[in-house]
């Protein structure tokens, strides 16, 4: 029976294949399991894969499709205390007619809402006991547009899973032919239109006309076809083409390699952000990082003299569909020169490496333990917990489960 020391969590998200907000859920389902709790993840689209592969048991991970019944059937089941939402809010109102503790986790600043979605959107959300912002800038955002006091929005940064860092030296670098002598800025990330990839590449260009012993890499799957093949026309075109390389996603170990052996300066040029994992690893492995002022920029600058934050692209009050469409397709905006002006900077001053227990602290401030515990104190000190006995929720015996909640349980 879930005790008050180690509430049940149920995490709901719309899919849980693979990406940045899919590695969050499976870090909080580690993480909550490691506290002692029952946790499950419920996927309220019929869209799972590989992150559904690495939960630790079969039976934890539920695909609703849509299904509310199932949903309920699922909370009672595994005895569910509280319920943490990420870009979903699906069953919010039945788990909170049944007594249970609501969560919602707000990971962006959905500048694709028009004024009445985004309305809407936050009047759902807001509907949650509590709210919670992945960082001051997404807090900040979402507090000013729909209209709501900051006091009623926490910030628990994420955290990344830093076991992989300690077998970091076991990943091997694919072959990129960089010549030797050149310093090499990394930009880690997927071929979507906010991370900005020709605002980096336009900048490497300006840059040749002061050094020429530098070299750029992408590295990041394929989110945005018909962005991603313009940005490679684009490098194709480019007089800077022969100091750029593209890489396809790679995996931790290799990642790891890149970050420790490759990577001279990690570069993040985004349009917009929530608090992203390619700053929290740079941090980690103590890399010098140039990021515009979004997400968690503001914490990572705080974390390490050597992040370098440059004007973003655009107001984040300014964005529409439309308007990040356009200034994803070049790289002539606004904040151009500055980023020009932080690469060679980057290239001349180095800056010393952090010293072992600066490092150790960083990497704790950044570590999953700190995310998980944020949350676990939050729901411990405000959800309607069993005391030794089933939720009031659960004390009317349930419906038999239906044959598909039977399969996938």
């Known amino acids: 029976m879930t005790s008050k020391l180690s509430p049940s969590v149920a995490i709901v998200v719309p899919s849980f294949d693979r990406g940045g907000l899919e590695q969050v859920a499976l870090n909080l389902y580690r993480g909550y399991r490691a506290l002692g709790s029952r946790c499950i993840v419920l996927v ?24 509310e019944s199932l949903f309920v059937e699922a909370l009672a089941r595994h005895e569910i205390d509280v319920v943490h939402y990420h870009y979903s809010t699906f069953g919010l109102a039945a788990a909170r007619r049944l007594g249970l503790f609501t969560l919602y986790t707000v990971h962006n600043v959905y500048t694709w809402l028009d004024d009445a979605g985004f309305a809407h959107h936050a009047g759902q959300i807001m509907e949650a006991d509590r709210v919670v912002a992945v960082s001051r800038f997404v807090r900040d955002y979402f507090c000013r547009r729909a209209q709501v006091p900051m006091d009623q ?106 970050y420790q052996q490759l990577a001279d300066c990690v570069v993040l040029p985004t349009i917009q952000e929530g608090c992203s994992n390619v700053v929290l690893e740079a941090l980690a492995f103590d890399r010098s990082l140039i990021i515009t002022d979004v997400g968690n920029a503001a914490e990572a600058r705080a974390l390490s003299p050597r992040v370098r934050v440059i004007d973003r692209a655009e107001e984040i009050d300014a964005l529409t569909p439309d308007r990040i469409e356009a200034l994803s397709r070049t790289g002539d905006c606004r904040n151009l020169r500055a980023l020009v002006d932080a690469m060679a900077s980057a290239m001349t001053v180095r800056g010393g490496d952090a010293g072992e227990a600066e490092l150790v602290e960083r990497r704790e401030a950044i570590g999953l333990n700190r995310m998980v515990d944020g949350y676990h104190r939050l729901f411990r000190s405000a ?16 419906a038999s489960p239906s044959k598909t909640a039977e399969t996938l349980a």
């Open 44 to 67: 309220e689209r019929n869209e799972a894969g590989y992150m559904l592969g690495r939960l630790e048991r079969p039976g934890d991970g539920i695909i609703l499709n849509g299904d």
């Open 153 to 258: 929005v926490d910030v628990i940064p994420n955290g990344i899973d830093l076991s992989w860092i300690a077998g970091a030296g076991a990943g091997t670098l694919p072959d990129l032919d960089i010549p030797a002598g050149r310093f090499v800025f990394v930009l880690p990330a997927s071929y979507f239109p906010v991370k900005h990839h020709p605002l980096a590449l336009r900048a490497a260009e300006l840059l040749l006309s002061r050094r020429k012993d530098f070299h750029l890499v992408f590295v990041g799957n394929v989110g945005d076809e018909g962005y991603a093949v313009d940005v490679d026309t684009l490098v194709a075109a480019s007089p800077a083409r022969t100091h750029v390389s593209q890489v396809a996603c790679l995996s931790h170990d290799q990642m790891a390699a890149v």
């Open 383 to 398: 959800a309607p917990l069993a005391l030794g006995a089933a939720p009031q929720a659960w004390a009317i015996p349930a």
